[in-house]
């Protein structure tokens, strides 16, 4: 985390520009919003995929979770009793979700525990409790692998999966000083690389066979990097697959390293070189590279030490940005040093770097303080965040009126949402499922087999209790009934007679008339019968919901919504 001693699938960016107020060329000013406060340490931020919630860790060996803009008082895990946390680099540094979370409910923890003289490193994994997503199993525990740490700093911290399915992690040369033992040169130690892994297995892990050093043996099988000295925040960038590394520097430079998309068997230089000045060889058995050697990865961005430890001391790594809210802010990378709390960032095509500009006073909120930033995080939709070691949590926002809609007022434009989760919009019609009154993917229904399609009505707990009726039309009969505003309700109850609409209880007419719930929904499926005339290809049937608390009135109209008879 800190240097020893020290206290403290998307569009391209162009396209995105076309969606909201703000132009593409133009240059949105940020700031921050304080999202939480209160935390211990707060070291990292993420989220799993497809969730709208903020897991945060607490450095001392809690996971939180930020749920509809709240702390919520009980953790997701504590395993405080198994986290050794002293000095200020040790503790729980890191947390990964399996990218099929949904499904399996996996994610892995990275901390220093009670092992070892002053406390190795333990990779474990951990699974959501049965009955409540918001709270983990401790049970579940399955230890993935250790990393044996001679001196107590340079813990390393951060994993992340690739875009590949694996797991990538990034170990600390093993600390002290100028890495005595020269582990980050070393391919048979597991110390100061980048580590990758394959956890799709029931237990442990399994090693990649297309590692850059498969079958040298040893460690030497799991490294993807090596000549780390303390990369405690690095990032894939979500879009590119691209991996920016801050890696903290020893009394001269900070960096930040690169790695194009799914390169492997890169040396990033440390302990022959700090950044891109020559450091030292000392110890190294056998010799490595000399100083400059073209064989290292020379850094994409360095910065020096100055004033001592009052000056700047130790980087943050951060991301690059691939939010929707800022769509000119595509492409730029973030990062922070923690000694100085101040902000920067560049944009880098793969060979320069362009748009470098300090952030500090721009970032700076108007509740709250961004000092001693240990990490950035980045949420579901890409969109950015900052963590103080003052126990805060921000996010980075324009610091002007964007407009777009937001129909469920999650803070997500919709067309956001949808470009990133199509899923979010199963019709399609560029309206959030969630939004819509009636919920229902766009179908097609094949004539030789048949098929059914899910008619859920959203009305509202306002109109719970209300009759429903369903209405539908075929092509080429009655158009159906204008109730305004540009809803037309297709009519014809032969199309509900003759196929047939089922519920979850018993309603009247076959099904198309009913009461909603107290909530003001109702579920219905529409079933189409294999084997009907092959000339109904290209029909459609339209259907649609009316809803009244008295004969004759129209409380709510739905959207109608279709389906396409094929052969």
């Known amino acids: ?217 040893g460690a030497a099988n799991l490294v993807w990097h090596l000549g780390l000295r303390n990369p405690y925040r690095w990032s894939f960038d979500r879009v590119t697959g691209e991996m920016y590394i801050g890696d903290v520097g020893q009394d001269a430079r900070e960096e930040v390293s690169y790695a194009g998309a799914g ?46 430890f009052g000056g700047v001391c130790s980087i943050t790594g951060g991301y690059v940005y691939r939010g929707c809210a800022i769509p000119d802010l595509q492409g730029v990378y973030f990062f922070a040093d923690v000694c100085t709390s101040q902000f920067w960032s560049f944009e880098w095509d793969g060979s320069t770097k362009t748009n470098f500009q300090e952030r500090t006073t721009e970032l700076a909120p108007s509740v709250g303080n961004l000092n001693s930033p240990v990490s950035f995080g980045e949420d579901r939709y890409g969109e950015l965040y900052i963590c103080t070691l003052g126990g805060g949590v921000y996010k980075i926002v324009a610091d002007t009126v964007l407009t777009g809609t937001d129909c469920d007022t999650n803070g997500q434009f919709d067309v956001c949402e949808i470009t990133k989760r199509p899923s979010a919009d199963s019709v399609p019609n560029a309206v959030l499922d969630v939004c819509e009154s009636l919920d229902v993917p766009a179908g097609t229904v094949s004539i030789a087999s ?47 007679f003759n196929l047939t609409l089922s519920k979850p209880f018993s309603g009247l007419f076959g099904g198309f008339l009913s009461a909603l719930d107290v909530d003001g929904n109702a579920s219905a499926t529409l079933n189409v019968p294999g084997g009907l005339d092959p000339s109904l290809a290209g029909l459609t049937l339209s259907h649609a919901y009316l809803t009244s608390s008295v004969i004759g009135g129209a409380d709510f109209a739905s959207n109608p919504v279709q389906v396409l008879f094929v052969l």
């Open 1 to 217: 985390m800190l240097r020893k001693n020290v206290a403290a699938r998307l569009l391209p960016a162009l396209l995105l520009g076309t969606w909201f107020s703000t132009p593409a060329s133009a240059q949105t000013p940020l700031t921050t919003v304080q999202v939480a406060t209160g935390l211990n340490n707060p070291v990292l931020l993420t989220s799993p995929p497809d969730d709208d919630r903020l897991f945060v860790i607490e450095q001392p060996g809690r996971i939180r979770i930020i749920k509809n803009g709240s702390l919520l008082a009980t953790p997701f895990l504590n395993i405080t009793t198994k986290v050794k946390n002293s000095g200020n680099e040790q503790g729980l540094l890191g947390l990964a979700f399996h990218p099929d979370y949904a499904s399996n409910g996996r994610f892995y923890v990275y901390y220093t525990g009670f092992n070892g003289a002053v406390g190795n490193v333990e990779v474990e994994r951990y699974e959501v409790s049965a009955g409540d997503p918001d709270v983990a199993d401790p049970l579940s525990v399955d230890p993935i692998l250790g990393v044996v740490q001679p001196f107590n700093n340079h813990n390393g911290g951060h994993m992340a999966f690739g875009p590949d399915g694996m797991l990538y992690i990034s170990t600390g040369d093993g600390g002290s000083s100028n890495d005595p033992g020269c582990r980050a040169q070393d391919l048979s130690m597991r110390q100061g690389k980048m580590l990758r892994i394959d956890v799709d297995v029931a237990s442990g892990f399994a090693v990649p066979t297309d590692n850059p050093f498969f079958g040298m043996g």
């Open 263 to 308: 390169v492997g068997g890169l040396n990033f230089g440390w302990k022959v070189m700090e950044g891109n000045i020559c450091n030292s060889t000392a110890s190294c058995s056998p010799a490595p590279l000399a100083c400059n050697d073209p064989g290292y990865s020379d850094p994409i961005h360095t910065y020096n030490h100055t004033g001592g």
């Open 450 to 496: 048949g098929g059914t399609q899910p008619l859920n009505l959203h009305a509202g707990a306002a109109l719970g209790g209300d009759f429903y009726w369903m209405f539908g039309s075929a092509t080429g009969t009655s158009p159906g009934i204008d109730f305004g505003g540009g809803v037309v309700l297709p009519l014809n109850f032969d199309a509900y």
